[in-house]
Each structure stands twice: as structure tokens, then as C-alpha cells.
């Protein structure tokens, strides 16, 4: 029997906890108190899915991350949630779909420029990936301090256009 609307509530509250927390497994065994995945509210479908991220139990996420992206299609941390299962599950066609998405939500999030910029990047387009990191540069220059350690330059790192974008001075 799944718990009242009443009693829903602290379970959430505790879920939200536990991520915050980093204590991904007990987040994941109280929201499925809440009962099957399908008959949940958005904010909880949330949490579920990011509780999966966490564990990369990314194949798992999907399906909820989805359930809550339906419930609140203008929520970009669903969309962001989603783009990185599908990058890992070797979908960045989705990834990047999911981040567009976003992007017409917030288009002066810096967050999604960037990451649209590691994708493009993993894609093999180099000029969309150096659009998109020069527009996450302009909207906030601190992103130029973890280009250096993004894997996920390797495939431009050393060209010309990627080159030149981060030798401009800001």
C-alpha cells in the first residue's frame, strides 16, 4: 500500500537529505517507499533519477528522469540530469537534444553552453563545440578555469579554432 499524501512528504524531505548528503543508497531505498515509479509526483521521479545518476545506474534513470521531465518540461535540472545518463549510456545525440532543450529554457545559463560544448566536442564537431564554449565563456569567464581538465576537449584540444578561443585574453 503506498503511503498518504501526508505521509509522502517526509519521505521526500528525507530523500532530499540523504542526496544532499551523498548517501545515494538511502535516498533510493526511501523513495521507494513511495511505491512504483510510475505513480510518481514529479519532484520525487526527480530525485529517483538522480539518486540512479549517482550510483551510474544511468540506463535506470532514464525512464524516471523522463517521467519528471514530462511533469515539469521547464525544469533544466531534469534536462541536465538526463544529458549526462545519456552521454554515459553512449547517446550524446540525446545528451545534446536534452541540453538544447534546456538551452530554450534558460539560454543564459552558462552551465548548458559548457556542456553542450563537451558534447559537440565528444561529437566530433569541433566549430559547435567552440560556439558553445565561447558563449559559456562570455556569459561566465570562470568555466575557462576547468577546460584544462575536461577530458572531454581531447578530441580539439589541439586545434586551431579551440586553440585560439583560449588564448583570448578576458
Not at 549510456?89 to 540525446?94: H, K, S, W
Not at 559548457?114 to 558553445?132: D, E, F, I, T
Amino acid at each position: 500500500m503506498s503511503p498518504s499524501r501526508k505521509q509522502r512528504q517526509p519521505l521526500i524531505l528525507a530523500a532530499e537529505g540523504y542526496l544532499e548528503l551523498g548517501m545515494f543508497e538511502h535516498a533510493l531505498a526511501t523513495l521507494n517507499q513511495l511505491g512504483d515509479a510510475k505513480s510518481l509526483e514529479r519532484q520525487a521521479a526527480y530525485l529517483k533519477g538522480e539518486a540512479l545518476r549517482a550510483l551510474a545506474r544511468y540506463e535506470e534513470a532514464l525512464p524516471i528522469l523522463q517521467q519528471a521531465a514530462d511533469a515539469a518540461p521547464d525544469d533544466i535540472h531534469v534536462h541536465l540530469a538526463m544529458a549526462w545518463c545519456y552521454k554515459r549510456t553512449g547517446r550524446i545525440d540525446l545528451a545534446i537534444q536534452s541540453l538544447d532543450d534546456a538551452l530554450l529554457i534558460e539560454p543564459g545559463e552558462a552551465l548548458l553552453h559548457y556542456n553542450l560544448a563537451c558534447y559537440w566536442s565528444l561529437a566530433g564537431n569541433k566549430h559547435r563545440a567552440v560556439k558553445y564554449l565561447a558563449d559559456a565563456l562570455r556569459i561566465d569567464p570562470n568555466y575557462r578555469d576547468l577546460i584544462d581538465n575536461e577530458s572531454d576537449f581531447d578530441p580539439i584540444r589541439h586545434d586551431p579554432e579551440f586553440v585560439s578561443l583560449l588564448t583570448v585574453i578576458v
